[in-house]
């Protein structure tokens, strides 16, 4: 990408060279937020003449950007984010606002290996059994109906289960089909009992500081985190949410516009449908994108090259939908298996039993428009809610 012939660029001549080296970027980064470029009547005009001279002067940069209506401010966040990384400013009072990272904090969750046994396949027998009981609880078949409008590979095995009754699926003189049986049933949410027995209870903290910025500090010293797109195929009505006065949706191009700068690894896992949604993927390299699709479950530990991409990070940002489920089933685990090459049933591995997961409440996109408060595994995260405001188009 380069910078449009209209806008004003730093001095490129030996006398007179500008001080701020990352001007051109951090131009393109205000071309994003805005869609247009930079002109007089911007809220940058006193800004850009600063970023372009040839002396260093940190003071009035912050004065400048101080200077912003706050409005401005979050709209060029991502900009201004890069220019305090990149030029750089030390202050901590640089913005002259509270541009709040309350929400949009980023957090990080220690690796931990999955303990012995962790999500043991039962035998078929047991298996079936807990299944049906969790079939009697529930008393009708409500469930199995829905999952037959949502997932394309039971919806035949579901619609033929619900014309039964639930006495009907449960009684051994009827052949429903056990493996018919598994694989729909294994899509019924389970008792909240069962899932703290199915996730890795990793230890977390808050940084203190956006993803954005985790991404620069990490860069520059010398790590280069993964990247990791989970179930983003199409467009997420939460996805328009605004979390700290930003929407959902800008947090993550944000973030891939930049990890795709740093040239970090970036994955894409799919169920179904169309691989990427095309707002995201406009803002990656696609040649260095690493697509990965199941078709049976949510968790990419379905596929061997998932582990592998995770194996080979020590660290990696996840973002995605749904946080209440893929998501989470993802970065912690849950009840999936996968056959591994002696065809025995192994736990497919969550992500963080092979390295730091770094994510934000701004990346994590709840169902409809909704942000809802996260639930158990998410430690530090956990209980954050955010008010909901659908995003101006």
Known sequence: MSVPA???TAAKNKDNSPYYKNYDSFILRCVMANKKTPD???SLKTLLPLLSAPDKNENAVIEAVKSMPDKKKLKYLNALWYLKATYPILHDDWMGCEVPIKY????????KKAPVGFNKYKSKDEDVQNKHELLKKQKSLSAINALGDTYAPVKEIARTLSEMSVNDILDPKINVGTADLDQVVQF??????????EY????????????????YSAVDDGDKPGVAIIHMGDKKSGADALVDGVSIKEHMKSVLSLA?????DI?????????LWDELADCINMQKLTNIRVDLGHMGGHEPEFDLFMSQHDNVIVMGFDADVCVKLNIFGGYEHRKDKSGKQVACMPIVNYSNVITSRALLVGKGNETNPLDEPYGVLKGYDVEVKKAKK
């Open 188 to 197: 019924i949410p389970r008792d909240k009992e069962q899932d703290k027995n």
């Open 200 to 215: 890795i209870d990793a230890q977390s903290k808050l940084l203190n500081m956006s993803v954005e910025e985790y991404i």
């Open 104 to 111: 949009s904090e980023a957090a990080i969750y220690i690796m």
């Open 267 to 275: 994955l894409n896992l799919q169920v179904g449908g169309h691989m």
């Open 260 to 264: 795709t700068d740093k040239g970090l």
């Open 6 to 8: 209209n806008v004003m």
């Open 40 to 42: 007089k009547s911007s």
